[in-house]
């Protein structure tokens, strides 16, 4: 792999120019420590494509990088250069991406115009919701936000799984902190400060732990009350699949959207169309009937080798009947 290209980019990099109340902090990883780098910039411009979609655009998008991203230029993005060295090996990327989450607090300290601001910890390849930044910008409280709802996009399968509670357990995009200047760090490797507190490594307690750590800090924190994020998983970049040794992630048939539901969710309130949710209804429901059928074989497998706790037919069917009563089907 090439080495990366330690040269900022002055001109994506620039001081800002009014006041920007929402951030999205974007930490990129390595070329060199990614499968497919092509597929790492292409859903890094989906997550772009589903914040402009948004119905609030008075937001801009940091992204920390060693290695630039092709994404072509905009007054809502700001490319900053790493300055320090790559972590190539895939198991250190906590490390990495914790550094990146500091540099671009340290570039908000340096630029914000405002006494304080929104930042919203994005990971590159998850999409926001289009009502996201409207919803916390009209409640304007200056308060933190956890993501309690969400999706899980299978980019194997094109399959949609709706996650109605704890998604902030599942997905590290799923937190929104309110920070003034004095809560930022002064550079990527200040640690004594409250937004380090978030995503600091080895001290990181886990972005499901954020709400928590929030409150310890004397924030008051809301849920957004919709599901704000899309989650992708098992496209072979996924840092939770790396640390976790996991190679995919095994969406649950009970929780699956219904194709056609699926398709309009996630073009209308993501802004994302995929070939797989574009495709005729008939390979759709052909696609989400495979799923089903594997995932549900596969789940029997692993309960007969001790890997599942095996329920009673009678809770079996009692789990079905509420997940299809809050599992928005059709």
């Not at 073009?267 to 009937?289: C, K, M, Q, V």
Request: hydrophobic fraction near 35%.
């Amino acid at each position: 792999m090439a080495q990366a290209d330690q040269s900022p980019d002055l001109s994506l990099a620039s001081p800002l120019r009014h006041e920007v109340p929402f951030v999205f902090a974007v930490p990129l990883k390595p070329r060199g420590a990614c499968n497919d780098w092509e597929g790492v910039q292409e859903r890094l411009r989906h997550t772009l494509q589903s914040i402009r979609g948004g119905t609030d655009v008075n937001c801009l998008v940091v992204v920390a990088c060693h290695d630039r991203p092709d994404l072509g230029r905009g007054q809502d993005l700001r490319l900053l250069s790493a300055p320090f060295a790559p972590e190539w090996n895939e198991r250190d990327g906590a490390q990495d991406k914790g550094r990146k989450l500091r540099l671009i607090g340290a570039w908000l300290r340096e630029h914000l115009q405002a006494d304080g601001s929104y930042v919203m910890f994005l990971d590159c390849d998850d999409l926001v919701h289009r009502h996201l930044v409207r919803h916390v910008l009209r409640a304007a409280d200056r308060c933190c936000y956890s993501i309690e709802q969400g999706y899980m996009y299978d980019c194997r399968t094109g399959v949609l799984e709706f996650k109605d509670r704890r998604f902030f357990a599942l997905c590290g995009s799923s937190f929104i902190g309110w920070f003034s200047r004095e809560d930022l760090p002064r550079s990527w490797d200040d640690l004594d400060n409250s937004y380090a507190r978030f995503g600091v490594y080895p001290l990181q307690r886990g972005h499901q732990h954020y709400a928590s750590i929030a409150a310890m800090l004397g924030k008051q924190v809301d849920t957004i009350p919709f599901p704000a994020v899309t989650y992708m998983v098992n496209h072979g970049d996924n840092l939770r699949a790396v640390e976790s040794g996991k190679k995919f992630r095994e969406p649950h048939p009970f929780h699956l959207v219904w194709p056609n539901r699926a398709k309009t969710i996630l073009h209308t309130e993501f802004s994302y169309d995929d070939r797989r949710t574009t495709s005729s209804g008939l390979a759709r429901t052909g696609a989400f009937a495979r799923m089903v059928l594997g995932s549900t074989l596969r789940r029997i497998e692993r309960a007969a080798m001790g890997g599942l706790k095996i329920a009673n037919p009678g809770q079996v069917r009692s789990d079905f009947n509420k997940a299809r009563s809050r599992v928005p089907w059709r």
